[in-house]
């Protein structure tokens, strides 16, 4: 078979260039080929949907226990004890895989909803109170620290570390760049709390967290598995909401249309959310690593290779969306990337849904309108893309 050669580029992925305005790169990534060689880091990667979906579904090809970032762990040492779910292959995944999802399943959170829409209705009113608000600090933010710390049973002294902490590890997977070393600034502190706040004892009797440590008891995992698996809901929770809910908001401020047909009918809240994801996706990119040889998109891939995913580009792409860059609430949104696909993804999706729901749904209830209030700032990050403040006004109904 004639194999293709891979279009060359020099983009980097994680420059400030870049990552402020990562779409034109992601269309000129996509039309130069399904698979380009990016030669700074001597990686491939894919922007295509068709691609993407490959990769990710061909765990046996494309492996995570090598590292989901740029770094290879087979030779380099990763910076801490490697993630058993999302950075584990099968077998190793798919005992951990069945721990988390039991835990984070629709029936372990049906005690939520209630908690969740008293919260999001509080925050509303504090916010109708105010105008002129940030979208970020003020609702990104606020919402999923309040409520999702509390689900999990996190001790609720120094939780201020849970997001310095996301940061760093979302940082990690790229190169070790000046994100990179910022973010890891204060990392022994923060390290050190988010270690102490995983054990067993730190956690609350009635939260997600302690049915982890349920799984040890039942003999499917060692104590010191569960350690790491509560370490990889305080890794993956927060600032994937974070950036979920201020880029949700950044959708409708950015097509004042769809929020008036999210307030016509406020159960269509959940699809608008995961809309958001599609258009904004807080996970941009993830690696896999190959196993062996592989063709992808016609391009020969030799074994032992670093493989770039652009989940984000994926999302916008012409070739499997219809008008792609228009947020649309009433969009079939089934086949997005945002949330990963296959064996890997998210095991937090139905959390982060409700989170997103619940909100959108209280805010389009009671807020007429939601607007632009100055340039909204980045928040710039190897892996995630959102805001470090988006001014807002809302209006309310
Ligand atoms: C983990 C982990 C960390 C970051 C992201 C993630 C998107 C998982 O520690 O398991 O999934």
């Given amino acids: 078979m004639q ?20 779409y034109p790169f992601h269309e000129a990534l996509r039309e130069a080929g399904p698979v380009v060689r990016l030669d700074r880091y001597g990686i491939w990667a894919t922007a295509r949907h068709e691609q993407v979906v490959a990769v990710l579904s061909d765990y046996e090809s494309y492996c995570s226990s090598a590292g989901v970032g740029l770094s290879d762990f087979r030779k380099e040492k990763p910076w801490r004890p490697p993630s058993i779910i999302l950075e584990a292959d099968p077998p190793l995944h798919a005992r951990t895989h069945r721990v988390l999802m039991r835990a984070l399943s629709p029936a372990a959170l049906r005690d939520l909803r209630p908690v969740f829409e008293l919260e999001a209705e509080r925050l509303v009113d504090t916010l109708l109170q105010r105008r002129e608000v940030d ?16 689900a999990i049973g996190v001790r609720s002294d120094g939780r201020e570390n849970l997001l310095p902490y996301g940061n760093m590890v979302f940082n990690a997977f790229g ?49 010191d598995e569960a350690r790491l698996l509560i370490r990889s809901l305080l890794s993956a929770g927060l600032d994937t909401t974070v950036h979920g809910i201020s880029n949700a908001l950044f959708c409708f401020a950015s097509f004042p249309d769809q929020w008036d047909v999210l307030r016509a009918d406020p159960s269509i809240a959940r699809t608008a959310f995961d809309e958001a994801m599609r258009l904004e996706s807080p996970v941009q990119t993830f690696f ?7 063709d992808l998109g016609g391009t020969l891939i030799g074994a032992g290779e670093k493989v770039l995913t652009f989940l984000a580009a994926a999302n916008r792409d012409p070739r499997r969306w219809s008008d ?12 997005h990337v945002g949330f990963g696909h296959g064996i890997h993804r998210c095991v937090g999706e139905m959390l982060s849904k409700l989170e997103g729901e619940i909100l959108l749904a209280a805010l389009a209830r009671r807020v007429r309108a939601i607007e632009l209030n100055g340039e909204p700032a980045p928040h710039l990050n190897n892996t995630l893309r959102g805001f470090e403040s988006l001014p807002l006004v809302l209006e309310a109904a």
């Fill in 3 to 22: 194999l293709s050669p891979a279009a060359a580029c020099d983009f980097d992925p994680f420059s400030t260039e870049f990552l402020s305005d990562p």
């Fill in 135 to 150: 979208g970020v600090a003020d609702i990104g933010r606020a919402y999923p620290l309040k409520v999702f710390p509390d």
């Fill in 175 to 223: 190169p070790p760049n000046e994100l990179f070393r910022d973010a890891m600034s204060r990392a022994q502190e923060v390290i050190g709390w988010i270690t102490a706040a995983c054990e067993r004892d730190a956690l609350a009797a009635n939260g997600l967290g302690r049915s982890v440590y349920a799984a040890h008891d039942a003999g499917e995992l060692a104590y």
């Fill in 288 to 294: 896999r690593t190959t196993t062996r040889d592989v």
């Fill in 324 to 335: 792609p860059e228009r947020f649309d609430v009433h969009r079939r949104t089934g086949g």
